[in-house]
């Protein structure tokens, strides 16, 4: 069974940092998906990423890909308060699956 | 362009009561999802659809859920009884050949 994990699952840091999300996978695939979801809110497509080796950017955020170590990362750069969200990523094998999200505070 | 409409937003009914959610997916787009999310957690599938065909309903509860995907458009997902356990939001997705997924507003159920 494919299972999804993100790490850290809470995080709070200060703007102008950087940092970075991890997530990992147990099955080979090669479709990973970021999403971001504001509180009360549907989940907002980030990325997707399609080949080992993929990298996305856009704005502060930046993700990559690879396949050979079943890892994904989403990395924050000079964080803003406008970033706070919980960010999900998601792999496909068939289906869509989700790991449980992590959640961004970031504070002035 | 439209995106995925789902109705509706809102829904309080009581245990052992039925209930019926709709999704209208983009138009074009052959994948459906349903996804249930608790609070604080990630997005749980319940079926995925390509066209009108279910493909994987492997996490649907079959003994109160069911769902249906007429002429592979719209999409309704019933529960039925209601247990207090199903509150949650219940989320509409769709895709055009597993590419990138588009989510709906969802449904809020709460149980009473």
């Known amino acids: 069974e494919l299972k999804v994990e993100q790490n850290p699952l809470f995080l709070s840091m200060q703007e102008g940092k950087n940092y970075t999300i991890y997530c990992n996978y147990s099955t080979t695939s090669d479709r990973l998906y970021w999403y971001r979801q504001d509180p009360g809110k549907s989940l907002e497509s980030l990325f997707v990423l399609l080949s080992n080796g993929a990298v996305k950017q856009e704005g502060r955020l930046m993700a990559s890909l690879d396949t050979k170590a079943r890892l994904s990362t989403l990395h924050i750069t000079a964080a803003v308060h406008d970033l706070s969200a919980t960010y999900f990523c998601a792999v496909s094998v068939g289906d869509m699956r989700f790991g449980a999200g992590t959640r961004l505070t970031v504070k002035p | 362009e439209a995106g995925v409409v789902q109705s509706p937003r809102y829904k309080i009914i009581e245990k052992k009561q039925p209930v019926a959610f709709w999704c209208n997916p983009i138009?074009?787009?052959?994948?459906l999802y349903w996804y249930l999310q608790n609070l604080g957690q990630g997005p749980e599938l319940l079926i995925r659809y390509e066209n009108e065909e279910a493909v994987d309903d492997s996490q649907l509860p079959k003994d109160r859920f069911s769902a249906e995907r007429l002429k592979g458009v719209d999409s309704t997902l019933k529960i039925q009884p209601a247990e207090l356990g199903d509150s949650a939001v219940y989320l509409c997705?769709?895709?055009?050949?597993?590419?990138?997924?588009?989510f709906g507003q969802g449904t809020r159920l709460t149980v009473v």
């Open positions: 138009s074009g787009h052959n994948t």
């Open positions: 997705a769709s895709s055009s050949r597993g590419l990138r997924a588009f």
